[in-house]
């Protein structure tokens, strides 16, 4: 009579089950809806280089907001250049070495060899952005044939980099960091 029991439980429970997966599977929950459709599982936090001999100037530094991630755009005049990018404990200026005071949780600096373009201008020293992961991009200086960008991050968060060619004959350098791990 036990084994009866069990069989008789094991089938209500398999049947409460089959009624309950096919509502959940209508309207799947936030999170695993990111996890499908934002796949930065294999970006990582550590840091990201490139070692290219180039002859380019920096033209442009543009931030957008997208689904699954906040990007940072370098537009360069010339092919891709070398880079590095890495989260830091502070983001310092590039000549002076002097810190820069920021608001997110981390700090992610990105380091271009190239120099500016003559009369490129910035804008603000500090941008406020409020971003889902940007806070503030924070332009840190062209020095000796190197300019230097931080990014103020919510939290240290997975990030990826990479280059894309054009327009015409100039490059990017693309840094996403992603909203969640």
């Known amino acids: 009579m036990r084994h009866g029991k069990i069989g008789i439980a094991l089938g209500a429970m398999a049947t409460a089950l089959l009624v309950v997966t096919p ?9 695993a ?4 459709s934002c796949p930065t599982v294999y970006w990582g936090s550590l840091a990201k280089t490139s ?15 997208h689904l699954c991630f906040d990007r940072l755009v370098i537009d360069l005049a010339g092919p891709a250049a070398s880079y590095s990018a890495r989260y830091v404990s502070e983001l310092t200026g590039i000549g002076s070495g002097l810190p820069v005071a920021t608001t997110g949780g981390a700090n992610l600096e990105i380091l271009v060899q190239a120099p500016t373009a003559p009369g490129f201008n910035p804008g603000a020293k500090v941008k406020n952005l409020g971003y889902t992961t940007f806070r503030q991009l924070v332009w840190l200086g062209s020095f000796e044939g190197q300019t230097k960008v931080g990014i103020s991050t919510r939290a240290r968060l997975p990030m990826r980099v990479f280059t894309l060619a054009g327009p015409g004959d100039g490059s990017r350098l693309v840094i996403d960091v992603a909203h969640h791990w």
């Open 23 to 31: 509502a959940s599977a209508a309207a799947p929950a936030p999170a």
């Open 51 to 65: 070692s290219l001999s180039t002859h380019s100037t920096v033209q442009d530094l543009r931030t957008g907001r």
């Open 33 to 36: 809806q990111a996890s499908t």
